[in-house]
Nanobody, 120 residues
Framework: QVQLVESGGGLVQAGGSLRLSCAASGSIFSTNVMGWFRQAPGKQRELVATESSGGSTNYDTSVKGRFTISRDNAKNTVYLQMNGLKPEDTAVYYC??????????????WGQGTQVTVSS
């Protein structure tokens, strides 16, 4: 099986920065898209950013220019550098990795979520 372990969340003042990490462990044969989603209280989970195995990135318009997604394929790890944080960025952030185990089909794996709270 695959386990995704997230770290880096916390409480920060508006304008501050945080860096989230998500490391996947297990018998991973290959990875495809890696990404970050977030869910604020009372709202649906929404996409924040994704990066393909080829390095193409995609960002929600609300974070473009402030957040940067990156990945280390050798470590099966995806990062989210968040600068210029705003109170509206407050949410639980989830990583998502599309991966394939040996002899198994592609599957979306999710992290357990990490809380990011931005105070005004």
């Amino acid at each position: 099986q695959v386990q995704l372990v997230e770290s880096g969340g916390g409480l920060v003042q508006a304008g501050g920065s945080l860096r989230l990490s998500c490391a996947a462990s297990g018998s991973i044969f290959s990875t495809n898209v890696m990404g970050w989603f977030r869910q604020a209280p009372g709202k649906q989970r929404e996409l924040v950013a994704t990066e393909s195995s080829g390095g193409s990135t995609n960002y929600d318009t609300s974070v473009k220019g402030r957040f940067t997604i990156s990945r280390d394929n050798a470590k099966n790890t995806v990062y989210l550098q968040m600068n210029g944080l705003k109170p509206e960025d407050t949410a639980v952030y989830y990583c998502n990795i599309n991966a394939r185990l040996v002899g198994r089909p592609w599957y979306d794996y999710w992290g357990q979520g990490t809380q990011v709270t931005v105070s005004s």
